[in-house]
């Protein structure tokens, strides 16, 4: 998985669902800065957190994930 690409679409999904880091940070229950490290790509999110996140954003997993 390609972290970086990963963060990035996660990033590109909230901005479009209309999400600030702060508020998508505060939906997650997870720190702005723990977001920022995702979508960085510097974190990879466990299959938990891309369950939460795909399903907070109304998008499927292939949105996000890339192929291996």
């Known amino acids: ?8 679409r996660i990033r590109a999904f909230r901005k479009l669902k209309g999400y600030t880091q702060k508020s998508f940070a505060k939906k997650m229950s997870i720190s702005v800065s723990v977001l920022g490290e995702i979508e960085r790509g510097n974190r990879i999110p466990d299959d938990y957190l891309i369950e939460r996140i795909v399903t907070t954003l109304n998008i499927s997993r292939n949105d996000i994930m890339t192929e291996s």
């Open 1 to 8: 998985m390609d972290s970086e690409l990963v963060g990035r």
